[in-house]
Every structure is written in structure tokens, then in C-alpha cells.
């Protein structure tokens, strides 16, 4: 009895001993996400859902390198759209030395510097402004999203075809400011397709005489680039004028709030297209498919507030594939750098590549550092409170329709 | 019939059927090439410089809004049209981001005064057919 | 001697007298005040583990504006909710002149606290005579002017991301977040001082009084305007600076920080804190530090962002604060250590002898002066001479309050001349009057709040003084010091002469109502006047009161001074009075002399 209590708790010992030892070889990879968790909650959830799963998953399988195994952990700060409390948000990031800066581009102009002294990368998994990413003069700013660029020019290229005369709605928010610098460029070629250039105030509860101006200047159809609020403010002044012109939007038209809004008069959503950046990829759906029941899997699919023909239409989470694909692409870089020094990661982060979420590839290079081509932006359309591809765009018609109800 | 006569049938049916498919999924680079398209008159509106690797003919030029997208084709094997695209626009340093699936290659551009995507596939055997998107910067 | 050698010896002369005015004025609050110093400085050593530098800097850059807004809520009583805006302008103003030149980095800050200055008196003219609620609701939507600019001008605000600013050294240190905390620390630490130093001159009792009562303030002849002009501007400053120094420690200015909320949460500051102490306002930061712990437990508690409970937070603090008639965290602090250990008194008065002004006639010709349809003076003429007691009687309505009005230039007359010697008076204000040498008492026992009897006759000194200004002040030039004894001799004549100088360091709100009008008549006769009007000095007296009323009243005779004496009470006009004029409808009805001239 006696011999087996010791050689039991020895063996005890022994196993706290192994367990101890294996402890001390596993590190954390930290990825800070700084989003406006408070200002724009579907923004911000969607960007740390995205990268949640993507570290849960990495975790559970473990990544192992340069002897130690390391798991992935998320740390949530909200920005608030505050420029100076992303600054902040960052500064405690690199306290707490984060590997990485997950962002919705709030405050990336002030706040890369500071991440670029410890050679942090920074990846912007929403705002899509060309200003904000330039790997020669911010080498560690990188961005996994559809560019201004992209958008402006590919709704351009499938709307001047049309021979609409296009009125360019945006609003006074920096999104659509940074959206109309975009349009003015994608249309400066073609400025006999311009109808007219109006601003919308977003303050304003009525934008009636703005979508009158519109209709005055013999607008045949509206590209509106606005938040979704503001959009959804767009439409209905429209409707309820009794104006059926066909509007355009960006990706703020998937946003829930404008089925929302809009949820008493869902005709005034049919026909409504945006650009946004595809979902599948040339490798067909089936990736898609995996990445979006592993989300509803871990955070419940989220849900729009309206139905469609009596079932409830769930948001497909698109943007959470964006920065799930970059924390995948972070821990492929420690893997390539061995550890997590943040000088090899960051280097590393401009070699590796991986496969995204959709199947399509995801890398950056030394020279470009932008994740989501401008030809990768698709179109679809709203009918009864869920949209599809659109048939009339090449690569659009090859792409397949994404449930949405449940 | 006997069960190994059954089972025999079945194994070659079964490799007939799994043959039949691997024939369809060499069907595209495998397939014997018709006649080239015809080339265009005169040359496509490229942004200056913009490189064009040997073996490559032009067959049209559309205007797609601001954006213009030039087809055309290039001699042999897919692969080698990527490399050739890659050498090509490093050499006359454009920016570039790839990517290489089995039967189809992008290569997104950024130089000059422009933007876009060349995106190849390989039609068949010994042709890769080209999509040339340029956007004006 | 040789002019330097000369020039060293009095600056040796007036090194020791600051030491010893330092030493005699040394208060235990000093040392606690000291002492928060010391550990505010060592604060990011101590705690540094626990809360991140940064956050420490940026806590102390508001403490600093908030300390700022003090002057103007604290000193003026005047309720601003523009400090957010100030702190804007300067963060703005320096972020520009960073962004565009390659001036150091301090004087960048100081460029925002001028500009900042610039918008405080501004908006000082602009709210310089309104009532408080006014002055509050105005100043909220110079906070929302600035906050909508900054949204809509994104030249000015470099739009949502802000306007980034290069990094620059500060005071030759590397401009890490520790050298940002001390700097914030000593740059409150001296504007805390200057509260002091302003609230115990000239400045700060004049006002208080203006803050307290303005109609008591006015007939003291206090120039309230152009203090509370001056008070915004100060505050502005100061708040512009902190902003200058903020904007480089977060390295990007932005436009979503300095809106209405910021004003907000630095008006909680200031309350919470304790507006009147200097140390207050910063009290009021640590609280509001506290409060967005606290909203960050609720928010984690409820799995939403803390910030979203923070102004409610802020309000509900306020209002316990507000309703609970609870005084504010440092003067509550101070009064228990003050029970615990009362502060030395006063223990002898100042020397010096008082000034004395020149003599002379007052002369009203023909003064007329209508309200609408109703005349309520007609051609009344006078004449008040020295070392003679004139009184004014009359029934309710026959004009008496009017006329004394009119004579104080409280009220413009609409016909005739009034002339003091050979200064032309009809068309000076009360402020000039009171400078000429004629001021008046109220009706009412009018008080100004928490201030002493001694700091109540001040106000009344003040407006003898030459070298008594707000910087003279702060930096205690050996002129403000001497004419500072000078002005206590003085008062303390005048309250002697009311029979009040055993009660100097008592606070005015313990006198009683008799306490109260002598009180105000010691801080008129503290304007070294050579002509006094009291309006109904008598009112609710009791008989003992009385008595000493009467006593005052001779003694303002027998020191040579024209009083003008406006009563109901007909025993003491007998007692007192060398010439009685008797109004009726407007017009003087019947002149008595009395056999005493």
C-alpha cells in the first residue's frame, strides 16, 4: 500500500513535472482587433467573429514552430470611430505585444507609425480608401477588403455600358467623401454618363429635395455612396416620390439597418444592386460553405430583423471571411518566421500565402499589399429581402446564389 | 453469370467511368486546338509600355466604360504565359499580385498611369486565351 | 550704490519679504496641496503597472483644462460649457502650425492657447452680462458650433482620420507619455496656484462679489463685464493649452474629441471636484477616472462597450452631488480637516495708514427722469457738501430710490447735470462714480456669499488700487504686496468705523441682517469715497441697531464725507440729518435745514 501511494505520487510528480514543462513552451499569438464595437456594432462584431473563429480554429489545431506550440488569442478594443482612441487602442496593443492589429481603418493614418516602430503589422478589414495603404511608405499596413478603387470602377464599368445617365448621391460621412474621390476618378473618363453630383446630408431626417435635384437633372438611374442609414433614407425618398429609377450602392446595402428601415415596404428594396467583393471563388462554393456554417456554428447566424416569404433572412458574413483569412495569413508568417520576432513576421507576412475562406488565394508581396483584387468586386440584387448575382455582368452570372434564409 | 463475371464488369465499368472523367477534366488542355481567332487590325489601346510577351495576338478591344479590356490569346501551355506575364510586367516594374489555379492565372497590374488584371486560361492544348481589364489611374 | 548694485539689493529685499509672506500665509491646506503634488509626480512609478502611462498624461491634460475651467466657474460663477471648444481650438491651432511650420513644439501649444484665448473672450463678449442660464445654454452651442465645423470642414479637421501631427521634442525631452504627465502635472500644479494667488487679490474678490451678488457688486462700482470677459479668456487659456500639449501626446488630432461631451464632463469635473478649490477640479478628474472603470465593469457585465454608460454615469454623479446639496468632494475634504484642525486667525491688524480722498461738492441741477408715461423725478436740484448729512423723505412712489439712482448712475437721467467737484458725472457709469469718489449702498442686505468680512470690504478697496491687476497677482510683484497692506489698513478702517473689525475673518453669512447692511457700508466706505448715498440704511433695524446706525452715520460726517441719506424712518432723519429734502410726485416739496450747518 505504502510502496503504491509513493510510486503514485511520484508518478504524480512526475506528470505535474511533463505538464509544467509542456506549459512553459506555449505562447500566445495576440492579435488585437480595434473596431468601433460601440459606433457600428455589425462592423465590429462582424471583423472579431471573423477573426475569433479563425483563432479558435488555429488554437485547436496548434501552431507549432521554432519548439514551442502557440495559440491565438483575440483582444477586443473599441475605437468608436475615434481617431485618437484608435491611437490609444494601439499603443495598449503593443504593450501587451500584439503580434498583429486587426482594424477597421479607423485612425490607421496617426496610429501606423506607432505599430511601425516594433515592425507590427496592421490589417485594415473594412475602410477601403486608397490613401490609407501604401507598402513603400507604410510597410506594415496591409489590407484584406475591396478597395474605393475597385468599387468605383467596376460599378462604372457596368453601369456606363447601360447608357444610363447616373446621379452620383454620396453623403457628407468620410465614407462618402472618400467614395466620391473614388467615383470622380472612375467616371472622370466618361463624364457624359454623369447626370449629376449630389452630396447628402446625413444629418438630414428627409432627403427629398436632394433626390428631387436628382430627378431635374434627368437621372436615369442613382449610384448612391453613403452609409447604410443615409442609403436607406435615399430609397425611400424615392419610392414614396413615386420614382422607380433603378439605384446602385456599395456593400453598405447589405448592411441589416436599410432592410430595416425599409421593412414596410419591401418592393422598395427590390432591384436595388450593389458591388461588393465575391464570396465564392473559381474553386466553386463548397469552401464558402464550410467557413460560413463554422461562423453560424460558433456565433449564430446573424440575423437582418425582416423576413422573406415568411422565413427569417440571415446576413451572409462576408466581411468576417476578410479577417478571418488575414489572422490565418498572420499565423502562416510565425510558422514561415519561426516565432513570432516581430521583424521575421512581418517579413514573412509579405512571402506566405494562404488559401481564404472562399478558396481563393490570400497573400501580400513586398510591393502590394492589398488582399482582394479590384476584379474580385461582384453585383447583386435585391429581391424580396435577399439578394442574388446579377446575370448581366460576366463574372457575376458565374457565381452562385448564397442562402439567406433560415 | 458468375459473381467474379459480375464483379469483373462492375471493376471495368467503374474504371471506364472514373477514366471518362479524368478524360473530361483533361478535356480543355488536352483538346486540339481549332483555328486562331483572327487577330485585330491595327494594335490595341495600351497604356505605353505595357508589356507584351512574345507569342501573344490580339483579337479585340472593347470599351467598357472608363475601362477597356483587350482579348487575345497566346501560344502554349498556361503556365508558361503566367511566367511570361510575370517576367514581362516585373521587368517594366509594374506591381503585380498573382495567383495559379490548375486551368486558370491572374495577374493583377498596377504601374504606369493604369490598373487591371490579365487573366489567362487555357482554352486548349497548346492556346491560352487571354483577358486583358486596363483601368485609367 | 551703483544702479545694479541697487537694483540687487532690493531684489534681495523683496526675495526675503516673498519667503516671509510665504511662510506667515503657509496654511496646513498648503501642505496637503504639497503633498498631492509630490505624489501626483510620482504617480506613474507607483502605478504604472496598473494604469498605462499614456492614460495617466491624458487624465492629467484634462485635469488641466478642467483646473482651467475653474477660473471661470469657480472664480467668476459664470456656468461655461465651451471649455471642450477652447480645448478644440487649441488642439486644432497647434495640430496646424505642427503640421505646417517647424516651431518647437511648446510654442506650438502656446499658438493653440492664444487662439483658444481669442475664442474665450469672444465668447466671454458675447455672454458678458447675461444671467447664468444664458450663459450656459449659450456657451453649449459654441461647444456644438465647433463640434459641427469639424465635421463639416474636413480641411480643418482632417476628416475622420483625423489630422495626424509630426512628434517633436518637448522642452529638449523626448516627447515619451511620462515627460507628457509631467508636464501636465506641473503645468496644473502652477495654474492651481494661480487660482489661489487670483482668488485671495483683487481679482478673484471682485469676482466673487459679481458672482455672489451683481447689483452689490455694480454699486461697488466692481467692473463685472470686463472681468468676466477676462475671467473666459483666462479659462481659455488655459484650456487651449492643455489642448495644444493633449493633441501631441495622442499624435493625431481629433474631430469626435472635443465636442459637447468634453465640455460636459469637464463642467462634472469642476462640481464633483469643488469649483472654488484650487485642487478641485482635479479631484473631480481622478472621480471621473473612476466613473469610466466603473462603466467599463457595467459594460463588460452587460457584453457591450463601457463607453455607452459612461455620461450616464457622469449625470447621475451630478445630480447626487447637485440635489443632495452635498458640498463637492476637496471642500468637503477641507472643511472636515478644518474641524478636525481650524487654521490659524488673523492675529493683529495690518499697519498703515488709510488713504484719504479729496473733499468735495456734489451737484445735481435739474434731474428729470421719466418710465413710460409716469414721471418719476421732476427738475429735482441738489446740492451735498461735505461733512453734511442731506436727507431724501417721501412717501412710496415720490421718487427718493430714483433719484439716489440716478446720483449712483445706476439709472441715466433723461434731463439735467450732475457734477462732483469738477468732474462731469451725468453721463459716467456707476463703475466711473465709484473711481470718482461717489458710491452708494443697496436697499437690500445684500452679501456676497462665503467670503469673510475682511474679503467683503476688499471688494470695496479694490477699486482704489493701481497696482492690484490679475498678473501683479499671480506673480505677487513687491507693488501688489505693499498696496495689499495698504488695502487691508484700509478696510480695516472702514470696518472699524462700522464696529465689524473684531469680526474680520468671520464669514459674511454669519452676520445678521444688521451685521449685513454695516457690513455693506464698511465696504462702501472702503472705496475711499468722498460722497455716500445709503438708501434706507434703517430698514428692519432694531433700536440697538439703530443706535449704531446713527454712530455711523456721524462718524461718516465727522470724517468729512457728503451723505446722501434716502429714509422712511423720520426719528433718525432728525437725529442725523443737517438738511431734509421732502419729495413728492417727482419733485422737491419742501427743503428743511436742521440748524447744524
Avoid at chain 1, 117 to 131: D, F, L, M, N, R
Avoid at chain 1, 256 to 285: I, K
Avoid at chain 2, 107 to 127: E, W
Avoid at chain 3, 356 to 380: C, H, I, P
Wanted: net charge positive; charged share 20%; aromatic share 6%.
Amino acid at each position: 500500500m505504502r510502496a503504491s501511494a509513493a510510486t503514485l505520487a511520484a508518478l504524480a510528480l512526475v506528470a505535474a513535472g511533463c505538464g509544467h514543462s509542456s506549459a512553459s513552451k506555449q505562447r500566445t499569438i495576440l492579435i488585437a482587433v480595434d473596431a468601433p464595437f460601440s459606433r457600428s456594432p455589425y462592423i465590429g462584431n462582424t471583423i472579431a467573429n471573423g477573426g475569433r473563429l479563425a483563432s479558435d480554429q488555429l488554437t485547436l489545431r496548434g501552431i507549432t514552430t521554432g519548439g514551442a506550440t502557440y495559440r491565438v488569442r483575440i483582444l477586443q478594443l473599441d475605437n468608436a470611430l475615434s481617431p485618437s482612441r484608435a491611437v490609444a487602442n494601439v499603443r495598449r496593443a503593443l504593450r501587451e505585444h500584439a503580434t498583429a492589429i486587426l482594424t477597421d481603418g479607423t485612425g490607421v493614418d496617426a496610429a501606423w507609425r506607432l505599430a511601425d516602430k516594433q515592425h507590427v503589422p496592421v490589417c485594415i478589414a473594412y475602410q477601403g480608401g486608397s490613401k490609407l495603404v501604401n507598402p513603400e511608405n507604410r510597410p506594415n499596413v496591409f489590407r484584406i477588403a475591396p478597395t474605393d478603387h475597385g468599387l468605383a470602377f467596376r460599378l462604372a464599368e457596368y453601369l456606363v455600358p447601360k447608357r444610363l445617365k447616373i446621379a452620383l448621391l454620396t453623403d457628407d460621412s468620410d465614407y462618402g467623401q472618400a467614395g466620391r474621390d473614388a467615383l470622380d476618378d472612375a467616371f472622370r473618363t466618361v463624364p457624359k454618363a454623369v447626370a449629376a453630383r449630389i452630396t447628402l446630408p446625413a444629418s438630414a431626417s428627409d432627403l427629398a429635395p436632394q433626390v428631387l435635384e436628382a430627378r431635374r437633372s434627368g437621372a436615369t438611374a442613382l449610384l448612391v455612396w453613403a452609409r447604410p442609414a443615409v442609403l436607406g433614407k435615399t430609397i425611400a425618398a424615392t419610392r414614396s416620390a413615386g420614382w422607380h429609377v433603378p439605384v446602385y450602392s456599395t456593400p453598405a446595402a447589405e448592411d441589416p439597418v436599410v432592410r430595416q428601415q425599409l421593412a414596410d415596404h419591401p418592393s422598395w428594396v427590390d432591384g436595388l444592386t450593389f458591388a461588393s467583393g465575391r464570396m465564392t471563388a473559381e474553386l466553386g462554393p463548397a469552401p464558402w460553405s464550410t467557413f460560413e456554417a463554422s461562423y453560424e456554428t460558433a456565433f449564430g447566424a446573424t440575423s437582418v430583423g425582416v423576413k422573406s416569404h415568411g422565413r427569417r433572412v440571415i446576413a451572409p458574413p462576408d466581411y468576417a471571411m476578410y479577417s478571418y483569412d488575414f489572422v490565418n495569413l498572420l499565423a502562416a508568417a510565425v510558422q514561415s518566421a519561426s516565432g513570432t520576432d516581430p521583424a521575421k513576421v512581418l517579413s514573412a507576412l509579405n512571402q506566405v500565402t494562404t488559401r481564404g475562406a472562399n478558396g481563393d488565394e490570400r497573400g501580400f508581396n513586398e510591393r502590394n499589399h492589398e488582399g482582394v483584387v479590384d476584379d474580385d468586386v461582384y453585383f447583386a440584387r435585391f429581391r424580396d429581402m435577399v439578394f442574388r448575382p446579377v446575370g448581366d455582368d460576366p463574372l457575376s452570372s458565374t457565381l452562385p446564389e448564397i442562402s439567406q434564409v433560415r | 453469370m458468375s459473381r467474379i463475371g459480375v464483379l469483373s464488369v462492375f471493376v471495368v465499368l467503374l474504371a471506364a467511368a472514373c477514366g471518362s472523367e479524368k478524360k473530361s477534366e483533361e478535356g480543355k488542355a488536352e483538346k486540339e486546338c481549332g483555328a486562331a481567332p483572327a487577330a485585330m487590325a491595327g494594335q490595341p489601346t495600351l497604356p505605353a509600355k505595357f508589356p507584351t510577351p512574345d507569342m501573344v495576338t490580339y483579337t479585340a478591344e472593347k470599351k467598357t466604360g472608363p475601362s477597356t479590356i483587350v482579348s487575345g490569346y497566346r501560344e502554349g501551355e498556361l503556365a508558361e504565359a503566367f511566367d511570361d506575364y510575370k517576367s514581362a510586367f516585373s521587368s517594366a516594374g509594374y506591381v503585380t499580385k498573382d495567383e495559379k489555379e490548375e486551368d486558370d492565372a491572374e495577374v493583377n497590374f498596377s504601374g504606369g498611369s493604369s490598373t487591371g488584371q490579365v487573366k489567362m486560361i487555357q482554352s486548349c492544348k497548346d492556346r491560352t486565351t487571354l483577358s486583358i481589364t486596363i483601368r485609367p489611374q | 550704490m551703483s544702479t545694479p548694485a541697487a537694483a540687487a539689493v532690493r531684489t534681495g529685499v523683496a526675495l526675503r519679504e516673498t519667503l516671509a509672506s510665504a511662510r506667515e500665509s503657509w496654511t496646513d491646506t498648503a501642505t496637503a496641496g504639497g503633498a498631492v503634488a509630490v505624489a501626483a509626480a510620482l504617480a506613474p512609478f507607483v502605478l504604472g503597472g496598473l494604469i498605462a502611462t499614456d492614460t495617466l498624461a491624458s487624465g492629467a491634460y484634462l485635469a488641466l483644462a478642467a483646473t482651467g475651467l475653474g477660473l471661470c466657474v469657480g472664480l467668476a460663477g459664470v456656468p461655461s460649457l465651451a471649455q471642450g471648444a477652447f480645448v478644440g481650438t487649441g488642439a486644432f491651432a497647434a495640430a496646424h502650425v505642427l503640421r505646417h511650420t517647424q516651431l518647437p513644439a511648446e510654442l506650438c501649444a502656446l499658438i493653440g492657447a492664444i487662439a483658444a484665448a481669442g475664442l474665450g473672450t469672444a465668447a466671454g463678449f458675447a455672454v458678458r452680462s447675461l444671467d447664468a442660464v444664458r450663459v450656459a445654454v449659450g456657451t453649449w452651442l459654441l461647444s456644438w458650433l465647433l463640434a459641427l465645423a469639424l465635421g463639416a470642414l474636413p480641411w480643418l479637421s482632417g476628416g475622420a482620420q483625423g489630422l495626424v501631427v509630426p512628434t517633436r521634442r518637448l522642452f529638449g525631452f523626448s516627447p515619451t507619455p511620462l515627460v507628457h504627465y509631467e508636464l501636465a502635472v506641473i503645468l496644473t500644479g502652477l495654474c492651481a496656484l494661480a487660482l489661489v494667488a487670483l482668488r485671495r487679490g483683487p481679482f478673484g474678490l471682485d469676482l466673487a462679489a459679481a458672482a455672489r451678488h451683481r447689483g452689490a457688486a455694480a454699486a461697488l462700482g466692481v467692473p463685472m463685464e470686463r472681468l468676466r470677459v477676462g475671467a473666459f479668456a483666462a479659462s481659455a487659456f488655459v484650456g487651449g493649452l492643455a489642448g495644444g500639449f493633449a493633441v501631441q501626446l495622442d499624435i493625431v488630432a481629433d474631430p469626435t474629441a472635443y465636442g459637447p461631451l468634453l465640455s460636459f464632463e469637464l463642467l462634472v469635473a469642476v462640481l464633483v471636484g469643488g469649483a472654488a478649490a484650487a485642487l478641485g477640479p482635479s479631484a473631480g478628474v481622478v472621480v471621473l477616472g473612476l466613473i469610466a472603470l466603473a462603466a467599463r465593469a457595467l459594460g463588460g457585465l452587460a457584453g457591450v462597450s463601457g463607453s455607452r454608460f459612461q455620461p450616464m454615469l457622469e449625470a447621475l454623479l451630478l445630480l447626487a452631488v447637485l440635489t443632495t446639496g452635498g458640498n463637492a468632494f476637496v471642500p468637503a475634504a477641507i472643511a472636515s480637516a478644518r474641524r478636525l484642525r481650524p487654521e490659524r486667525r488673523r492675529q493683529s491688524r495690518p499697519a498703515g495708514a488709510p488713504a484719504r480722498r479729496r473733499r468735495e461738492l456734489l451737484r445735481a441741477d435739474e434731474l428729470s427722469k421719466r418710465f413710460g408715461t409716469v414721471t418719476a423725478v421732476d427738475g429735482v436740484s441738489l446740492e451735498l457738501m461735505p461733512r453734511t448729512i442731506t436727507a431724501l423723505v417721501g412717501p412710496n412712489g415720490s421718487g427718493k430710490t430714483t433719484v439716489l439712482r440716478l446720483l449712483a448712475g445706476a439709472q441715466p437721467p433723461d434731463h439735467g447735470r450732475i457734477t462732483l467737484g469738477s468732474h462731469e458725472l451725468t453721463a459716467a457709469s456707476a463703475a466711473e462714480r465709484v473711481q470718482i469718489g461717489l458710491v452708494r449702498t443697496l436697499q437690500t442686505r445684500a452679501y456676497f456669499g462665503e467670503l469673510t468680512v475682511l474679503q467683503h470690504a476688499l471688494v470695496g478697496t479694490n477699486r482704489t488700487r493701481r497696482h492690484g491687476g490679475a498678473v501683479r497677482a499671480l506673480v505677487s510683484t513687491p507693488l501688489y504686496r505693499a498696496e495689499n497692506r495698504l488695502a487691508e489698513a484700509q478696510t480695516f478702517a472702514a470696518l472699524e468705523t462700522v464696529g465689524l473689525a473684531a469680526d474680520a475673518d468671520r464669514p459674511a453669512s454669519e452676520l445678521t441682517g444688521a451685521g449685513r447692511q454695516r457690513l455693506m457700508i464698511a465696504a462702501a466706505l472702503a472705496t475711499n469715497p468722498s460722497v455716500f448715498l445709503l438708501d434706507e440704511p434703517s430698514a428692519g433695524a432694531a433700536p440697538e441697531d439703530l443706535e449704531r446706525l446713527t454712530a455711523i452715520l456721524r462718524r461718516l460726517k465727522a470724517d468729512g464725507l457728503a451723505v446722501l441719506l434716502v429714509e422712511h424712518n423720520l426719528s433718525l432723519v432728525r437725529a442725523v440729518a443737517d438738511e431734509t429734502l421732502e419729495l413728492e410726485l417727482g419733485r422737491v416739496v419742501r427743503r428743511e435745514t436742521n440748524g447744524r450747518l
